[in-house]
């Protein structure tokens, strides 16, 4: 009978934490963004999200403006950058960053109205670091392979 209730329990709490994530599972890119070297510069502009920017090779020849800095770390969903936003945002004190979270998130079938409150909670944080911060959400795309879930895009869009 205990072995029953035991499997039980341990069956339900998997299941209702299927879509939470260890966000310790991005500890060596987090420490790789930790010792990017940066020179201060007022002018500084963060590319962070999951791994369309992290794959983004030339961000700093595409984008002019200021330091270009790309904290991207891959396979990230909205509440990773969260918990990941003082290394991979607010240590750059940047003037402006760029934003590109959703799409892992809604592969993990998130709603996208539980990825908006996290976002809001995401510029809240780089606000209450410092108001003058400008911030720019890309938007979700689907690719190929996550077509199936292009109403969710639209709606988190």
Same mark, same amino acid.
């Given at each position: 009978?205990?072995?029953? $209730?035991?499997?039980?329990?341990?069956s339900? $709490?998997? !299941?209702?934490?299927?879509?939470?994530?260890? %966000?310790?599972?991005?500890?060596?890119?987090?420490?790789?963004?930790?010792?990017?070297?940066?020179?201060?510069?007022?002018?500084?502009?963060?590319?962070?999200?999951?791994?369309?920017?992290?794959?983004? &090779?030339?961000?700093?020849?595409?984008? &002019?403006?200021?330091?270009?800095?790309?904290?991207g770390?891959?396979?990230?969903?909205?509440s990773?950058?969260?918990?990941? !936003?003082?290394?991979?945002? !607010?240590? $750059?004190? %940047?003037?402006?960053?760029?934003?590109?979270?959703?799409?892992?998130?809604?592969?993990?079938?998130?709603? %996208?109205?539980?990825?908006? &409150?996290?976002?809001?909670?995401?510029?809240?944080?780089? !606000?209450?670091?410092?108001?003058?911060?400008?911030?720019?959400?890309?938007?979700?795309? %689907?690719?190929?392979?996550?077509?199936?879930?292009?109403?969710?895009?639209?709606? $988190?869009?």
């Open positions: 009978m205990n072995y029953l $209730f035991c499997l039980f329990i341990f339900f $709490f998997s !299941l209702t934490n299927i879509n939470a994530q260890d %966000p310790l599972r991005f500890k060596a890119e987090i420490d790789n963004i930790k010792s990017l070297e940066y020179n201060g510069d007022s002018d500084a502009i963060v590319f962070t999200g999951s791994s369309s920017i992290r794959f983004w &090779t030339d961000l700093s020849d595409d984008c &002019t403006g200021g330091e270009v800095i790309n904290t770390f891959g396979g990230s969903q909205m990773d950058l969260m918990y990941y !936003l003082d290394e991979a945002v !607010l240590k $750059f004190q %940047p003037k402006k960053v760029y934003i590109y979270e959703g799409d892992n998130d809604i592969n993990a079938e998130k709603e %996208p109205a539980d990825i908006l &409150t996290t976002a809001k909670q995401v510029v809240d944080k780089i !606000l209450a670091a410092d108001k003058k911060i400008q911030i720019v959400f890309i938007s979700a795309k %689907p690719s190929p392979s996550r077509w199936n879930y292009r109403d969710q895009y639209v709606a $988190f869009n």
